[in-house]
């Protein structure tokens, strides 16, 4: 079965980093595209990144510049570089098989001072 497990969150001052993976198994990794959700508290979950099976990559704007999207399919393991994080990105991080209803458990990330 489809399993997607995510880990590399926790808790960060502003303007720190963090490096989010999800480990997918169940399924021919190469070809399917991949994405990061968040969900903050009170809001709805929406899209943060996604990687196609080619590479190309696509970001939500509030992320754009900072955080990084990429994929190693010999791994089978999409990553997410967060770079000079916000209060505002403060929220459960869910991996994706892009277009489809399989979604990992989620990972938070927390940023405070």
């Known amino acids: 079965q489809v399993q997607l497990v995510e880990s590399g969150g926790g808790s960060v001052q502003p303007g720190g980093s963090l490096r989010l993976s999800c480990a997918a198994s169940?399924?021919?990794?190469?070809?399917?595209?991949m994405s990061w959700h968040r969900q903050a508290p009170g809001k709805e979950r929406g899209l943060v990144a996604l990687v196609s099976t080619g590479g190309s990559t696509k970001y939500a704007d509030a992320v754009k510049g900072r955080f990084t999207i990429s994929r190693d399919n010999a791994k089978n393991t999409v990553y997410l570089q967060m770079n000079s994080l916000k209060p505002e990105d403060t929220a459960v991080y869910y991996c994706?098989?892009?277009?489809?209803?399989?979604w990992g458990q989620g990972t938070q990330v927390t940023v405070s001072s």
């Open positions: 994706n098989v892009q277009g489809a209803d399989y």
């Open positions: 169940g399924f021919t990794f190469r070809s399917v595209a």
